[in-house]
């Protein structure tokens, strides 16, 4: 089964850190760009941050750059998200996607999404 | 950062009806190679994000061809000429064109 699976999410106090793998079955990743985006409760979607793939080009939104590292390790298929001083209004349901180089790098697949909750 | 706006941020339409949302970009999604790297996304309840549209009017694999995409440079526009039950959720209109990529807020899609 073709699928990207989020994981790591869950319930951190502010200030904390959390760290969100997406892990690929069914399909490389090596070749692709990937993303992280995210959707916060009754709010729309907010691109974060990408890498190339070989992991040197790196950007990130305003919003996390500083706090937020993106990594990923090609020989375990798998993609990364480092969170740092975590904020309240970091809460969101956090999704990996591999962008698709032959459709202008559109995000073709995405995850099934992990929540994170930023709370004291 | 670009700012991409859409219209309107809700809309009810009866079965069999078109349905059209508006996007616009402060700043031209037009690249010299002769792309317009403006994308449709929706996201049905309870499912992630999915890809409609890439390079302003490319259909993605599966999409049905009463989905359509149109516009140049900052004016965008998707289309649904009839409305199904399965179109419910929220659109959202995207650049890829300047960093950092930007979303619209979402078009919210639901059905009379």
């Known amino acids: 089964q073709v699928q990207l699976v989020e994981s790591g999410g869950g319930l951190v106090k502010p200030g904390g850190s959390l760290r969100l793998s997406c892990s690929a079955s069914?399909?490389?990743?090596?070749?692709?760009?990937m993303t992280w985006i995210r959707r916060a409760p009754g709010k729309g979607l907010e691109w974060l941050a990408y890498i190339n793939s070989g992991g040197r080009t790196i950007y990130y939104a305003d919003s996390v750059r500083g706090r937020f590292i993106i990594s990923r390790d090609n020989a375990k298929n798998s993609l990364y998200l480092q969170m740092n001083s975590l904020r309240d209004e970091d809460t969101a349901v956090y999704y990996c996607?591999?962008?698709?180089?032959?459709?202008?790098?559109?995000?073709?697949?995405w995850g099934q999404g992990t929540m994170v909750t930023v709370s004291s | 950062d670009v700012v991409m706006t859409q219209t309107p941020l809700s809309l009810s339409v009866s079965p069999g009806q078109p349905a059209s949302i508006s996007c616009k970009s402060s700043?031209?999604?037009?690249?010299?190679?002769?792309?317009?790297?403006l994308y449709w996304y929706v996201q049905k309840p309870g499912q992630s994000p999915q890809l409609l549209f890439y390079?302003?009017?490319s259909r993605f694999s599966g999409v049905p061809d009463r989905f359509s995409g149109s516009g140049s440079v900052t004016d965008f526009t998707l289309k649904i000429s009839r409305v199904e039950a399965e179109d419910v959720g929220v659109y959202y209109c995207m650049q890829r064109l300047h960093l950092p990529f930007t979303f619209g807020p979402g078009t919210k899609v639901e059905i009379k």
């Open positions: 069914g399909l490389s990743i090596t070749d692709y760009y």
């Open positions: 996607a591999r962008d698709d180089y032959l459709l202008s790098g559109a995000s073709a697949i």
């Open positions: 700043q031209s999604l037009l690249h010299r190679d002769g792309k317009t790297y």
């Open positions: 390079d302003l009017s």
